[in-house]
């Protein structure tokens, strides 16, 4: 006898809306709001009281369904169905479709459509295209093209599905598409859908029947209005209320005969040594009771592991919490064209982010709703199998990635949030779901994890399984590629390592195959005082930096930032200014960083450059340090060596400081400054994901000294989060950030010929009292943003930007800086703006850093 035992199931996922679709009676039903039976709180199985997705707002009227009363105990069925969600509904459809005399239970944990199905991004839509490709190179040109079929054809037939039964869904023809960010991700879309062009040239009859057109730069902006994308691949599919579409599938199986029992759980499944006499195999224990099958079917997909020790001994599978947002914006869009269509954004900075706006006559018509950016939580919220709560993090990234993505003409100023919820989907490792018998257990079937895209996979996978279960033989238009037993074939493959979680999560009857690796965190900065200055003109040469250092309130010395080989600085060409940032009155002329400024008044507090970087090689100021070691020889203050250059230029300028402080008495760290705004043709690697990326990749996993950036000043959300996200894989070589350079672009004209004040165009960076509140919206949402992600929370900021006393210090360190630093302060007073903003402080940091030591 062979028994299977788990300790609990549930059904599909978590859905939502309300609004009739199909008009049908049930006369033996009964409906209960409130289901007597306590809910039941089991690790890796649905929940109770899960967050409420939009599209279940109202419970559509079949959500608490029991067809009868009482569980059907005494009745051998010939099929138990476990979920209700888009695989279970279309299995049930499809079997009592073939034979209306089969007898079908349906259970569901929760209410009906409950699960992922109900609580998806509202698309069905054929995305998978760019999959093409490769799995003609993995799999052969037939078998692809199996696939790629297969999910057109499943799109096609749930529209077919919902327009011939009248289902009321909202159910909508749209022009949708893949919208793109990035040069290189663009490129490859395009190699994708040239490949397939030439595919349909020999193979016209075999090709998916959906045209893909491709929108390159300007035109695609202007096609599809968003202002920001490099590139478009646009075709047809639908949007819906899926709560609702699979709720009126519910409703004609009903009406066929099947009994829903919803707010009944699945705890355990006994494969039966012998058949009854009436031809059970199988037992499902409830909480209400043992019902007795022929057959079951698993259409538990995210919640399968936990009922099924067998598929979760295989490791193929893997629960992943999803989240959708639905939003308004502020403008008026009815006329709006933007706002006619589905999206999606594979590589926005936070992830894939999926968009379908609500189309008029629907509910909110005119609001969208957003999903996707599981990137922004440290464990990409795998194994995660709690959807009764949001992640908020993740929440305040789709709350305003739609403003940013659809701009802020299209959008309006501000974002009203309307819902946040969660829903728990299943991944495979090769994207595919997991369907067929599962092997050695005669009689259980499972049509389970559909990877979040189960409106394009799960309909005819239904239809495959009710061939499998009723005929004995496969489609020839199945893949082979979603049969259920190669789950077990696989295990021990080296690609499921890919699939790890960051953060084990799920720990209910199943492990992983690997543990995370643990890695260090870095080295700590430590300042103290946390007082210091950034990397200006005015800390260029060793007496700069020797005042610096000599001062009794800073606790850390920044050099200049500086190149390997040094930088080209002409005196008549690279300059600086103060002025007035109330009057924007310039004082009499402008200065380079070796020549002494011009007669400048007490009012001009405020600074614009066109400086590039120190005219002084990196060694130099290796040679410098080495100096001041002799000077100061009992000085243990730390001295952080700002450099640029190249990603190569960076990690050789690490080995060159890390070399240099074996033999210095002080300790050292290593800024690198990828936010200048001053030189041409060269864009602060900072600003963007694809440039950072660079720099990180080539930095020590483990360095021995403190390594930082120093970042532009970000003006919108998108900034941070493509900051954060791009942080996360090299979080142990991170110890600090500074933030933030210069404003660039800026430009001051004289006061009499309104020409220029600076050489050249004029335009520089901007920094000073001006800068201050821009400077403090940078360290605060920093701070906030790094709390969030364990990975690094640990480090600092040092805050730059506008201060210049006492209480610019206080406010810095009040939004979360760990140390404040000061540009434009030190260039207007000298070294003694550090003691000013010490008496300022009248010595109230030296007990603060106390209280840290201690």
């Known amino acids: 006898m062979r028994s299977s035992f788990s300790q609990v199931a549930t059904a599909s996922i978590l859905l939502a809306s309300g609004v009739n679709s199909l008009a049908v009676t049930h006369p033996h039903s009964s409906r209960s709001d409130t289901p007597d039976e306590s809910p039941l709180k089991i690790p890796g199985l649905p929940l109770p009281n899960a967050t409420k997705s939009y599209w279940q707002d109202p419970p559509h009227r079949i959500a608490n369904l029991r067809s009868t009363k009482d569980l059907p105990t005494e009745k051998t069925f010939d099929y138990v169905i476990i979920g209700s969600g888009i695989s279970g509904a279309a299995t049930a459809h499809k079997l009592l479709d073939r034979d209306s005399n089969l007898s079908i239970l349906m259970i569901e944990a929760r209410t009906a459509a409950s699960g992922a199905t109900g609580r998806n991004g509202g698309h069905c839509k054929p995305g998978d295209y760019n999959g093409v490709k490769a799995w003609v190179e993995t799999y052969g040109e037939d078998d692809a093209l199996r696939i790629a079929n297969m999910e057109q054809d499943c799109v096609n037939d749930v529209r077919d599905f919902v327009r011939s039964h009248n289902v009321s869904s909202d159910f909508t023809d749209v022009e ?33 029947k959906n045209k893909r057109t491709i929108l390159k730069g300007q035109d695609a902006r202007d096609y599809w209005g968003w202002p920001e994308i490099v590139g478009a691949v646009t075709f047809k599919a639908h949007t819906q209320n899926p709560y609702h579409t699979v709720c009126g599938m519910l409703e004609y199986s009903l009406e066929k005969g099947l009994n829903l029992q919803t707010n009944t759980m699945a705890l355990s499944l006994n494969q039966l040594g012998k058949k009854t006499k009436a031809g059970a195999r199988w037992e ?50 009815t006329d709006n064209k933007a706002f006619r269509r589905s999206n999606s954004v594979p590589d926005l900075h936070s992830g894939n982010v999926y968009i379908a706006a609500q189309p008029p006559g629907a509910k909110n018509a005119g609001s969208v709703v957003i999903g996707g950016s599981t990137q922004m939580s440290p464990t990409r919220e ?26 802020y003409e299209n959008w309006g100023g501000s974002t009203k949030v309307i819902q946040d919820w969660t829903g728990i989907v299943c991944e495979t490792p090769d994207g595919f779901p997991l369907v067929g018998e599962v092997p050695a257990e005669d009689g259980l079937w499972a049509i389970v994890c559909m990877n979040g895209h189960g409106m394009a996979w799960a309909y005819r996978s239904a239809e495959a ?3 499998m279960m009723t005929e004995g033989k496969t489609p020839k238009w199945f893949p082979e590629q979603f049969k259920a037993q190669r789950a077990w074939e696989a295990q021990g493959n080296d690609e499921l390592s890919n699939l790890q979680p960051l953060i084990f999560v799920f720990n209910f ?10 890695t260090m965190a870095p080295p700590e900065l430590n300042i103290n005082p946390p007082l210091l200055n950034s990397a200006t003109p005015w800390a260029t040469d060793i007496n700069d930096l020797l005042a610096i250092a000599s001062s009794p309130s800073t606790g850390a010395i920044t050099t200049r930032t500086s190149l390997i080989n040094g930088f080209n600085h002409q005196h008549e060409q690279h300059q600086y200014l103060f002025f007035n940032s109330t009057t924007v009155t310039p ?9 002494p400024p011009k007669g400048h008044t007490e009012d001009a507090m405020a600074s614009l450059n066109n400086l590039g970087y120190s005219p002084i090689t990196l060694d130099g100021y290796l040679g410098f340090l080495a100096e001041i070691a002799r000077r100061l020889p009992e000085t243990r203050k730390t001295f952080i060596v700002s450099v640029t250059g190249s990603p190569e230029d960076i990690q050789q300028s690490y080995s060159r400081i890390e070399a240099a402080s074996k033999s210095l008495p002080f300790p050292l760290a290593m800024e690198v400054n990828l936010s200048c705004p001053n030189i041409p043709g060269a864009p602060p690697p900072a600003y963007g994901g694809a440039a950072l990326k660079k720099y990180l990749d080539l930095l020590p996993s483990n360095p021995s000294l403190p390594i930082g950036i120093k970042t532009p000043p970000y003006t919108h959300h998108g900034q941070f989060a493509t900051l954060i996200e791009t942080l996360l894989p090299t979080a142990s070589a991170l110890s600090f950030i500074t933030a933030t350079n210069t404003l660039g672009s800026c430009l001051i004209l004289e006061n009499d010929k309104l020409n220029p004040q600076l050489p050249g165009t004029g335009i520089g960076g901007m920094a000073g009292p001006p800068l201050h509140p821009l400077a403090l919206g940078n360290v605060s949402t920093l701070r906030k943003m790094l709390d969030q992600v364990p990975e690094l929370s640990h480090i600092k900021i040092i805050g730059v930007g506008g201060v210049r ?50």
């Open 176 to 208: 949708t598409a893949s919208l793109y960010w990035t040069d290189d991700s663009f490129k490859t879309a395009v190699e994708s859908i040239e490949f397939q062009h030439e595919l349909e040239k020999r193979r016209p009859n075999d090709v998916p």
């Open 284 to 333: 499902v224990k409830t909480n209400r009771g043992t019902v007795k099958s022929k057959q079951v079917v698993l259409a538990t997909n995210g919640f399968t592991p936990a009922l099924h020790p067998g598929i979760a001994s295989t490791n193929f599978t893997m629960p992943v919490r999803n989240q959708v947002s639905a939003v308004t914006p502020s403008a008026n869009t």
């Open 382 to 407: 795998r194994y995660i199998t709690d959807d009764t709560a949001i992640n908020d993090q993740i929440a305040y990234v789709l709350h305003g990635a739609a403003r940013t993505v659809y701009g």
């Open 465 to 467: 399984l009710v061939d």
């Open 509 to 518: 009857n199943f492990t992983p195959q690997s543990l995370p690796v643990i």
């Open 587 to 595: 004082n009499q002329g402008t200065s380079s960083n070796q020549i």
């Open 805 to 854: 006393d006492g209480d610019g210090y206080r406010r810095m360190r009040s939004v979360g800086a760990y140390a404040v630093a000061v540009g434009t302060g030190l260039g207007k007073q000298g070294p003694g703006v550090f003691e000013r903003i010490e008496r300022d402080l009248k010595g109230e940091w030296r007990v603060s850093s106390l209280k840290e030591k201690l």
